[in-house]
């Protein structure tokens, strides 16, 4: 392998730790959330700072590699691509510690659980934490057949996302005293459904990666 | 515009070059990038029949300047350079003043005119960034200027003929990079006036300066296409492979 391949071959390494971390970080999210598990939300926060520190890395590695190696091409739309994704990373990364604070605060533990089922929280969950496993799969096969389908559930999502808002707006209606903790309820919605986006954006980068093709802001993305 | 219709060139048994067709637009910068031996600079110096002077070889197929096929019968080839400069990787100054290297091709050519040579030298130093470094030195020897000085008087001494196409054979590959920035910076001058093509062995070099890029290997014009798509997108898996570093 030459000088240039393990180098890029490393930085590709540190991007799929860091999507590691933030898969488990997001997958123990999910778990505290449903499950009140203020002591696994407290794991989650401690290691959100993890998270941050291979940004700055991967984000100073790839500086060099730009300034050192001048890469053109495919290794120029990898390192663009890495760039881009350890940010997407990080984001996600954020919104998961933000799950994790909204557990440990405790706000909502009144919020019974057939609401939860009926606002179908669990399944946005599940949905966001396999866009992220199957974009890793994308990137590490550099096959980029499965993005549509990845692109297909950000609009499962979405969908999840609008029928929920819809239950807590009548939900709030008939219960006003739990209004604080319906709020809190939306902003958990509200990132879990921002993690859709950033899973499609990371599809995108993944693409424009692989197939040099520009998906951002196309209508016909599939 | 310059033009290659199905070239084919040899050297004696040698096939330097296979078939090749490409258009290169008035005003506009081409590179040609490729590994060693791979006809880039062949191609090149068929522009302004350089390799005539070579014993043995042999062309088919049209190369055509501003309309005109220069290897039909009854071209000047003396007119065509003049019309078609060159710049070598090396700077070549005569051993002559400053001031008389420029003038050199105004006198092979028969013109006697002191300020109009006087005028043109001038104009022809300014056009290649030099006159104000040399302005006052005119009559010292050309040998007296640095490697990179020497390289833009061999460039006001093709431009004080007025050509409309300039070759440039890997002209900065023996400059240090602060006269290579010159050279380049140069060269986006020169391409409002010039049709400029440029043989490199520097991918960034052909990034930086060229509109359009065409990749040679095995005396196969690989690819040719726009420079930026080249680099960021190229259509053939041997051009990503050689401009990657992943070639052979």
């Known amino acids: 392998m030459k000088h240039t391949e393990k180098e890029l071959t490393g930085l590709k390494e540190q991007v ?9 970080q997001l997958e123990k999210a999910k778990q505290a959330y449903l499950t009140g598990d203020i002591e696994l939300a407290r794991e989650v926060a401690s290691r959100e700072k993890r998270v941050n520190t291979f940004e700055l890395k991967i984000d100073s590695d790839c500086e060099n590699f730009i300034a050192l190696f001048a890469p053109v091409a495919v290794d120029l739309r990898l390192v663009l691509s890495l760039i881009k994704i350890s940010g997407t ?49 994308t990137l590490e096969s550099e096959n980029t057949k499965l993005s549509g389908r990845i692109l297909r559930k ?56 692989i197939d040099a093709k520009i998906l951002k802001h196309s209508k016909n993305r599939e | ?62 190369c055509i300047v501003d309309g005109r096929d220069i290897y039909a019968r009854g071209v ?6 003049k019309q078609v400069g060159m710049v070598f990787q090396k700077p070549n100054p005569f051993p002559k003043s400053i001031f008389e290297n420029v003038a050199y091709g105004l006198r092979v050519n ?53 050509p409309s196409v300039l070759l440039m054979d890997e002209p900065a590959s023996a400059l240090d990079p602060i006269s290579t920035s010159k050279i380049e910076e140069l060269i986006h001058e020169l391409k409002k006036d010039y049709t400029i093509v440029i043989v490199t062995h520097n991918m960034q070099q052909a990034a930086r300066v060229s509109d359009k890029t065409g990749f040679f290997m095995l005396g196969d014009l690989v690819e040719f296409s726009d420079t930026k798509k080249m680099f960021l997108n190229p259509d053939k898996e041997q051009t990503q492979n050689y401009i990657t570093g992943r070639f052979g």
């Open chain 1, 154 to 209: 950000d609009e499962e999502v979405d969908a999840l996302y609008r029928k929920a808002v819809g239950i807590l707006t009548g939900h709030i209606e008939k219960n006003p005293a739990q209004g604080y903790c319906i709020l809190e309820t939306l902003l958990v919605l509200r990132k879990l459904e921002r993690i859709g986006d950033h899973c499609s954006n990371i599809v995108e980068e993944i693409v424009f990666y």
């Open chain 2, 1 to 62: 515009m310059i033009q290659s219709k199905n070239i084919d060139f040899y050297y004696s048994d040698f096939h330097a070059l296979k078939g090749i067709s490409m258009e290169m637009e008035a005003h506009t910068v081409t590179a040609f990038i490729g590994p060693s031996g791979c006809g880039k600079s062949t191609f090149l110096r068929l522009f302004n029949r350089m390799n005539d002077l070579i014993p043995g070889t042999r062309l088919t197929g049209e």
């Open chain 1, 89 to 137: 990373l990080e984001r996600i990364g954020d919104f998961a510690d933000g799950i994790a604070r909204h557990v440990i605060l405790d706000a909502c533990s009144q919020l019974a659980g057939a609401l939860k089922e009926e606002l179908g929280i669990e399944a946005m969950f599940d949905t966001v934490i396999s866009m992220l496993s199957d974009s890793f799969v």
């Open chain 2, 76 to 81: 000047n080839v003396d007119e065509l350079r």
């Open chain 2, 110 to 162: 028969g013109v006697g005119d002191r300020k109009f040579i006087e005028q043109r030298v001038e104009e022809s130093l300014a056009g290649a960034a030099l006159w104000n470094e040399v302005k006052d030195k005119l009559k010292k020897s050309a040998f007296e200027l640095s490697g990179g000085q020497q390289q833009r008087l061999c460039i006001a001494r093709a431009l004080a003929v007025k």
């Open chain 1, 16 to 24: 799929g730790e860091m999507w590691r971390l933030v898969l488990s």
